[in-house]
């Protein structure tokens, strides 16, 4: 059974600092999307990756798809209270058309 | 209205009740999605429609079936459900083949009593 695990599950943080989201399988997958999703509302979709070693820069937040493309990562410089949300990464393996959603990590920036 | 709507936001029953829930895509597209989002699970794929036809069952139980009329609706229709049902559905479209950006709705909050 393929799992997505997310570490941290909880985080609070301070405005100002900096965070690391991972992403973790010991399944391969063709490609891998980071989510945010805020009370109330579904998941917005941040960012796909789709090649091993792949990074991505959206503003302040910095994603990294595993060389051998069973991991990812998510960086956040400088959090702001507007961060504040659900993270969730999701991955794809088009051998199987399986998509899989990870653990989720919550985080809460305080201003 | 714009994007992905669902209704209702938030639904109460019993486990004898038989209820349907509504989501409806604004945006053009060709794929619809149910997904069950509960606290202690991840984020769960049930179904997947393309081009009306449904694509996908995730080992879903025969108390929850979906309908897809046309490619703007989507039905998840309830009937007999467990109290371990409890959880938010959400419904998400997408472009083109499956597992393109998907859109999601807010969900509607579900409580079987």
């Known amino acids: 059974t393929q799992l997505l695990e997310q570490s941290p599950q909880f985080l609070s943080i301070q405005e100002g600092e900096n965070l690391t989201v991972y992403c973790n399988s010991s399944?391969?997958?063709?490609?891998l999307q980071w989510y945010r999703q805020e009370p109330g509302e579904g998941p917005v979709l941040l960012v796909t990756v789709v090649t091993g070693g792949e990074v991505k820069k959206l503003k302040r937040l910095t994603f990294q798809f595993g060389d051998a493309r069973k991991d990812s990562s998510l960086h956040i410089t400088a959090a702001q209270p507007g961060d504040t949300g659900l993270y969730l990464c999701?991955?794809?393996?088009?051998?199987?058309?399986?998509?899989?959603f990870g653990t989720g990590t919550r985080l809460k920036v305080l201003a | 209205e714009t994007g992905v709507t669902q209704t209702p936001r938030h639904l109460v029953m019993g486990m004898t009740n038989k209820k349907s829930l509504k989501c409806e895509q604004h945006?053009?597209?060709?794929?619809m999605y149910w997904y069950k989002q509960s606290a202690k699970k991840p984020l769960e794929l049930m179904f997947v429609y393309s081009l009306e036809e449904r694509v996908e069952n995730n080992s879903v139980p025969s108390r929850f079936s979906p309908e897809c009329p046309n490619s703007s609706h989507l039905f998840l229709h309830l009937h007999t459900l467990q109290p371990e049902d409890s959880a938010l559905y959400l419904c998400?479209?997408?472009?083109?083949?499956?597992?393109?950006?998907?859109?999601f709705g807010p969900g509607t909050r579900l409580t079987v009593l």
């Open positions: 998400a479209s997408s472009q083109g083949s499956f597992y393109n950006e998907q859109f």
């Open positions: 399944s391969v997958f063709s490609s």
């Open positions: 999701a991955g794809y393996t088009s051998g199987t058309y399986k998509y899989i």
């Open positions: 945006l053009g597209h060709n794929a």
